[in-house]
């Protein structure tokens, strides 16, 4: 991506999307690959394609004396900035129409910024500037829908928070359904070694010792809305929906989240971010 200017950058991006999809669907109709092959050469396209957009930003920042430091630090592009991919995204089960989820949080000390440059505000450039290499809308289509939602109140915090702000929190206002999602959470793109250790210390909060019944109410509190929401799509045979009907994708994900959430604290044999994994490990 060295030297090209946006526009061009974008059209490359897209154009490889296309490519990787046709040959993806080559393999997967031909019985070439099998699901998990399929999904996860979506999903490391996915990580790769995150990985160059946040790359270039950092490279366009870099040029204007915005960003300090060396381009190819172990830490990552911006060293301190991290990405956890969550859902499908992070369990590497995208399919071809699937969004990317990406949380994204940051270290303000560890950040190599020109002493003139807000912390904030650089991370929240950054974060938009990615989002539009990857979600907008050219001639050539678009890469990935970026969702930044998957963070702590996201009505209420900018698209990158703290490590420390998100830590707190977790610990103290954490709901339910955020514990479930940090079952698939991954590092995913920037400064991994951080990322790492941001899943380790959240560890206790997702995965609680105790037998955690009061997390089958709020799960199920979730699932009721998704059907109340549907209810007034009244163009659709009832339970003909494969993601959210009854029996369908989304149900059996909730399923297997509520059992991992009472029972993952005591068995870490239970903790596959997979589903699939999931429901076997919770068979056996």
Excluded at 98 to 111: A, G, N, Q, R, T
Excluded at 143 to 170: C, I, N, Q
Excluded at 223 to 229: A, P
Aim: glycine content about 8%.
């Amino acid at each position: 991506s060295e030297g090209l200017d946006q526009d061009e950058f974008k059209r490359r991006l897209r154009l490889l999307k296309a490519e990787l999809h046709l040959l993806t669907a080559l393999a997967d109709l031909g019985g070439v690959w099998d699901l998990d092959r399929v999904t996860e050469a979506l999903t490391r396209f996915a990580d790769a394609a995150v990985h160059a957009c946040l790359a270039y930003v950092a490279a366009a920042e870099r040029a204007r004396g915005r960003l300090l430091g060396d381009p190819e630090d172990a830490a990552g592009p911006v060293p301190g900035l991290f990405g956890l991919a969550m859902g499908k995204y992070g369990a590497f089960e995208l399919n071809y129409s699937s969004d990317i989820d990406l949380s994204l949080f940051y270290e303000p000390s560890v950040l190599p910024l020109d002493e003139s440059v807000e912390a904030q505000g650089f991370v929240n450039r950054v974060a938009q500037a990615m989002t539009n290499l990857l979600s907008d809308r050219t001639v050539d289509g678009y890469v990935f829908r970026l969702d930044l939602r998957l963070r702590p109140d996201p009505s209420s915090t900018p698209p990158v928070v703290t490590v420390s702000s998100a830590l707190s929190y977790y610990e103290t206002v954490g709901q339910n359904w955020e514990r479930a999602a940090f079952i698939k959470a991954r590092p995913g793109a920037g400064d991994l070694e951080r990322a790492r250790a941001f899943l380790n210390d959240l560890k206790p909060y997702v995965w609680r010792r105790s037998l955690d019944y009061g997390a089958v109410t709020d799960i199920h509190a979730i699932k009721r809305q998704i059907h109340v929401y549907r209810a007034d799509e009244r163009l659709e045979a009832a339970g003909a929906n494969l993601k959210l009907g009854a029996g369908g994708i989304r149900e059996v994900e909730f399923f297997a989240q509520t059992q991992q959430l009472i029972l993952g604290g005591r068995d870490a044999t239970l903790r596959s971010p997979r589903t699939l994994e999931a429901l076997q490990a919770l068979v056996r």
